[in-house]
């Protein structure tokens, strides 16, 4: 399991989280829901070493991992999608997809670029094409595909379908359930809730920098209004 307990984190003299816990299984999705400033990137930012926490923990199986750099995390098998894909415009599909395996074992390269082209066919087909001409949405597919072939047992997404066309979204974020089904732990950040809540197993909400709402999925749909009274009405998205 990977935990997150007691977390804060500052900005200089702003303390942007605040006490905020929260945990992810393999093979499971959390889901961490709230509006611009809540939160939430600086969360998944301490989680991965890029922005060391003030205090609080950050536990693989008990292992501590809060005060281990961005490198050694990764590692450890905790591996960040951030927010706008980051793909390496210039280089190739399959290039692209070489780099994401720098820490895993050599051998296991070809297998796992099997596994990304059935997950991801489309990459198959762009293979060599440059990553700057995809769409949004196959960029974010190879994002995805690159961040799993450093073979993490936890991927961390930052705001998935940020950006995307409308009819991409639901094809983007089902991607998503394909990765934990894999496996794989997934810890995602999204401001769409509803199409978020489809592939989810539990939920966090977040407010002012402290968890206000935490439950499995089936609960947050029931308390939707719940959701809206710390979301806002415009961040769950009408069926």
């Not at 390496?88 to 599909?93: D, I, K, W």
């Not at 990459?123 to 595909?145: C, I, T, V, W, Y």
């Not at 379908?161 to 496996?183: I, W």
């Not at 592939?199 to 089936?218: I, L, Q």
């Amino acid at each position: 399991m990977l935990e997150i307990k007691d977390l804060h984190v500052n900005y200089g003299k702003v303390e942007a989280v605040r006490g905020v816990g929260m945990s992810v299984d393999p093979g499971r999705v959390t889901l961490v829901l709230g509006a611009n400033g809540a939160g939430k990137t600086t969360t998944l930012r301490a989680v991965t070493g890029l922005h060391p926490p003030a205090s609080g923990q950050v536990l693989l199986d008990g292992e501590r991992l809060e005060r281990h750099p961005a490198h050694r995390v990764v590692r450890r098998g905790v591996v960040l999608v951030p927010e706008g894909r980051r793909v390496f415009a210039p280089l190739s599909v399959y290039e692209n997809l070489l780099l994401g395996s720098y820490t895993a074992a050599r051998s296991t390269f070809a297998e796992g670029l099997e596994q990304v082209y059935t997950m991801f066919p489309v990459l198959k087909k762009r293979r060599d094409s440059a990553a700057g001409l995809l769409s949004g949405g196959e960029q974010q597919m190879l994002a995805f595909g690159r961040a799993f072939l450093a073979r993490p047992r936890y991927m961390l997404l930052d705001e998935p379908s940020m950006g995307l066309a409308p009819a991409m979204v639901e094809s983007v974020l089902s991607s998503v359930r394909v990765l934990a089904d894999a496996g794989i732990g997934i810890l995602m950040v999204e401001q769409n809730a509803e199409t978020g809540m489809d592939v989810a197993d539990e939920v966090v909400a977040m407010a002012r920098g402290e968890v206000v709402y935490s439950g499995p999925v089936t609960d947050a749909r029931s308390n939707a209004s719940v959701l809206r009274a710390f979301l806002g009405e415009a961040a769950l998205v009408e069926n």
